[in-house]
């Protein structure tokens, strides 16, 4: 999905680029992936994904 995201032009009204969408999408799986095997998710990615979140709603 990530790769699909990456790869499709940017559409009108959209804020962000594909490729940040990738890496929006892969810090996301990331830190489910952890909260899964109940480990902490750090800090500096639990708020960059906060701040990404607010940039796109």
Known sequence: ???RL???PLRPGELVAPGS???TLS???YAK???Q???PVPPVIRDELRLRNRLSS
Do not use: F, I, P, S
């Open 1 to 3: 999905m990530a790769d």
């Open 6 to 8: 990456a790869r499709r």
């Open 21 to 23: 969408a990738r890496l």
């Open 27 to 29: 810090l996301g799986v």
């Open 33 to 35: 992936a952890l909260e």
């Open 37 to 39: 095997h109940r480990l």
